[in-house]
């Protein structure tokens, strides 16, 4: 197939580089790949909303600014949080030109919430859905653009780059098993984060880092993936899914307690339960490390339920499934894997270091959340990309799209055992949720990355032209995702935001 503009994701990311160049461009050809359903996406399950300044007598561009520095730990790119937080109201009103529904207070204004990190309340909300009001808006909109294919249920499995440049991608028809290339003038990885290598994560089954494995695969920079963060609230329970209990919860008032119903986080940090997410996430590994607990609890007791209903109805109804009433019970929570802050390296035009390959949303890395994400900060962080990307190609001239076949015979097929990939995955998602997680220390790190080693270069064998299933090809891009995240946190020195090494000072 051919194309000018290949879009690897459906999610916020690629849906609004799409709807942009289809608008400017309707005589122009973009094909979306998506490996699963449409919708399914980290987008979708976004809760809490997206941080934009919309009250400009209290609060200011200058405090979002600050805040998200703060949260960065010392290693945000002052000039690019900048323009994404001074552009955040001009894309908040393209998703609601878009159709996008937010929450509004009574006088009409939008109802701004609040989140921890944040100095002021400027978190725009759906209910407690707010990804998915986003991705069914935004998703519609794409879909009126007769110049967007769509091609879900397929897998982009390579980047094609030859002649120092992207040229496309091999992607498998996951519904007939067969592989094909797909030839663009422009290539964008849009293909979200990396959750799916640990063990308990709030993020989506597609989120296995797949792009930023074929970004690695051709030598694409690729940075900060040590930061990752950990969202402190996820509902503690026995179920495969882990739900979130959004960070806006405790902005409303809830309180986090131990079993003795003591709020803790004050012995930990002032800001008590607004203190910012890798502060908490930390505060409650220390307290249960300290008393041996499975968890601490979120308590909503307290407060007036009618509008806790009103905000967080999503939230309640999953907690009654679990038989939790939030109006009379404690809810138990664990910190568990939320986001990756780092990511391909992408300038202010969201170019990768590879000629004509852009990222943008959460697999690429921006310089936006340096050591670490404030809250609601991705979302906007996507679309400001989204539509940086665009404004560059909106004056790049077309490429001539190349075309070279590959030849079938080059593909052989393997059969490799499911159980086989069931198996390693199941071995590498314990590994990383073990040694990889709120707080490492060298020597775990330097035997997982052994493992690491061996695994991968075993997959890359296999690998080598062969047709394989997608879930080995997922667990062979998780593999070498996860090579990144661990040398990356070998090498750093010095404890950062959401990052923490026991023993950094020794090796300094
Ligand atoms: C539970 C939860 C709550 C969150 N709450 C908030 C919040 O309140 N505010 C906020 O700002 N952020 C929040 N986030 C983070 C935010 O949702 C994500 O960072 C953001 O939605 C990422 O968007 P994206 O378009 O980059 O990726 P995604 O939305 O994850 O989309 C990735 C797309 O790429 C596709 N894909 C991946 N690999 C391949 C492949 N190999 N081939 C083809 N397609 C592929 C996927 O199928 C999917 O369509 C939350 C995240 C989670 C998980």
Same mark, same amino acid.
């Given at each position: 197939?051919?194309?000018?503009?290949?879009?690897?994701?459906?999610?916020?990311?690629?849906?609004?580089?799409?709807?942009?160049?289809?608008?400017?461009?309707?005589?122009?050809?973009?094909?979306?790949?998506?490996?699963? *359903?449409?919708?399914?996406?980290?987008?979708?399950?976004?809760?809490?909303?997206?941080?934009?300044?919309?009250?400009?007598?209290?609060?200011?561009?200058?405090?979002?600014?600050?805040?998200?520095?703060?949260?960065?730990?010392?290693?945000?790119?002052?000039?690019?949080?900048?323009?994404?937080?001074?552009?955040?109201?001009?894309?908040?009103?393209?998703?609601?030109?878009?159709?996008? =529904? !937010?929450?509004?207070?009574?006088?009409?204004?939008?109802?701004? &919430?609040?989140?921890? &990190?944040? *100095?002021?309340?400027?978190?725009?909300?759906?209910?407690?859905?707010?990804?998915?009001?986003?991705?069914? +808006?935004?998703?519609?909109?794409?879909?009126?653009?007769?110049?967007?294919?769509?091609?879900?249920?397929?897998?982009?499995?390579?980047?094609?780059?030859?002649?120092?440049?992207?040229?496309?991608?091999?992607?498998?028809?996951?519904?007939?098993?067969? =592989?094909?290339?797909?030839?663009? #003038?422009?290539?964008?990885?849009?293909?979200? #984060?990396?959750?799916?290598?640990?063990?308990?994560?709030?993020?989506?089954?597609?989120?296995?880092?797949?792009?930023?494995?074929?970004?690695?695969?051709?030598?694409?920079?690729?940075?900060?993936?040590?930061?990752?963060?950990?969202?402190?609230?996820?509902?503690?329970?026995?179920?495969?899914?882990?739900?979130?209990?959004?960070?806006?919860?405790?902005?409303?008032?809830?309180?986090?307690?131990?079993?003795?119903?003591?709020?803790?986080?004050?012995?930990?940090?002032?800001?008590?339960?607004?203190?910012?997410?890798?502060?908490?996430?930390?505060?409650?590994?220390?307290?249960?490390?300290?008393?041996?607990?499975?968890?601490?609890?979120?308590?909503?007791?307290?407060?007036? =339920?009618?509008? !806790?209903?009103?905000?967080?109805?999503?939230?309640?109804?999953?907690?009654?499934?679990?038989?939790?009433?939030? *109006?009379?019970?404690?809810?138990? %929570?664990?910190?568990?894997?939320?986001?990756?802050?780092?990511?391909?390296?992408?300038?202010?035009? #969201?170019?990768?270091?590879?000629?004509?390959?852009?990222?943008?949303?959460?697999?690429?890395?921006?310089?936006?959340? &340096?050591?670490?994400?404030?809250?609601?900060?991705?979302?906007?962080? +996507?679309? %400001?990309?989204?539509?940086?990307?665009?404004?560059?190609?909106?004056?790049?001239?077309?490429?001539?799209?190349?075309?070279?076949?590959?030849?079938?015979?080059?593909?052989?097929?393997?059969?490799?055992?499911?159980?086989?990939?069931?198996?390693?995955?199941?071995?590498?998602?314990?590994?990383?949720?073990?040694?990889? #997680?709120?707080?490492?220390?060298?020597?775990?790190?330097?035997?997982?990355?052994?493992?690491?080693?061996?695994?991968?270069?075993?997959?890359?064998?296999?690998?080598?032209?062969?047709?394989?299933?997608?879930?080995?090809?997922?667990?062979?891009?998780?593999?070498?995702?996860?090579?990144?995240?661990?040398?990356?946190?070998?090498?750093?020195?010095?404890?950062?935001?959401?990052?923490?090494?026991?023993?950094?000072?020794?090796?300094?």
């Amino acid at each position: 197939m051919k194309t000018d503009y290949l879009i690897i994701g459906s999610g916020i990311a690629g849906l609004s580089v799409a709807i942009k160049l289809a608008e400017q461009f309707p005589e122009r050809k973009i094909i979306i790949v998506t490996k699963s *359903s449409k919708e399914e996406s980290n987008t979708q399950y976004a809760q809490g909303g997206i941080a934009v300044v919309m009250d400009k007598i209290n609060d200011h561009f200058e405090k979002h600014i600050e805040d998200t520095l703060i949260c960065g730990d010392g290693l945000c790119n002052r000039e690019v949080v900048e323009w994404v937080v001074t552009e955040g109201p001009k894309r908040l009103q393209e998703l609601m030109d878009w159709g996008t =529904q !937010f929450d509004r207070a009574e006088d009409g204004t939008l109802d701004l &919430g609040k989140e921890g &990190g944040h *100095s002021y309340h400027r978190v725009v909300h759906h209910k407690d859905q707010t990804g998915k009001e986003i991705e069914r +808006a935004v998703l519609a909109k794409a879909h009126r653009h007769k110049n967007i294919q769509f091609l879900d249920y397929h897998f982009a499995v390579d980047l094609l780059v030859f002649d120092n440049g992207c040229k496309g991608a091999l992607v498998l028809n996951e519904r007939i098993g067969k =592989q094909f290339a797909i030839y663009a #003038g422009f290539t964008i990885l849009a293909t979200g #984060g990396i959750g799916q290598l640990y063990r308990k994560t709030t993020n989506s089954v597609i989120a296995t880092g797949d792009g930023i494995a074929m970004a690695i695969r051709v030598n694409a920079e690729v940075n900060d993936m040590e930061f990752i963060q950990f969202h402190p609230t996820a509902l503690y329970s026995k179920a495969a899914h882990t739900f979130l209990i959004s960070e806006a919860v405790r902005g409303f008032g809830a309180y986090l307690i131990n079993k003795n119903g003591h709020r803790f986080l004050f012995d930990y940090d002032s800001r008590g339960e607004l203190a910012s997410r890798d502060i908490v996430s930390r505060s409650i590994a220390a307290e249960l490390k300290k008393s041996g607990d499975d968890c601490v609890f979120l308590d909503t007791t307290h407060l007036d =339920q009618n509008a !806790f209903k009103k905000h967080f109805p999503a939230i309640v109804a999953h907690c009654l499934t679990e038989g939790i009433d939030v *109006s009379v019970d404690w809810i138990p %929570v664990i910190p568990v894997q939320h986001y990756l802050c780092g990511g391909i390296t992408v300038n202010g035009n #969201g170019q990768t270091s590879v000629e004509n390959l852009f990222a943008c949303g959460e697999c690429s890395r921006t310089g936006l959340h &340096g050591a670490n994400r404030l809250a609601s900060n991705s979302l906007l962080e +996507a679309v %400001v990309y989204a539509h940086r990307i665009f404004c560059f190609l909106k004056d790049t001239e077309l490429l001539a799209v190349p075309f070279t076949s590959v030849s079938k015979e080059q593909f052989k097929e393997y059969q490799i055992p499911a159980e086989f990939i069931m198996e390693r995955d199941s071995v590498l998602k314990n590994l990383i949720q073990q040694n990889v #997680g709120i707080v490492r220390n060298m020597e775990d790190l330097e035997d997982t990355l052994r493992q690491l080693i061996l695994w991968r270069d075993e997959c890359e064998r296999i690998s080598q032209n062969h047709h394989l299933p997608k879930e080995f090809m997922e667990l062979r891009n998780k593999i070498t995702v996860a090579v990144s995240l661990v040398t990356a946190s070998l090498n750093r020195t010095e404890n950062k935001g959401c990052f923490f090494k026991e023993d950094t000072a020794r090796f300094k």
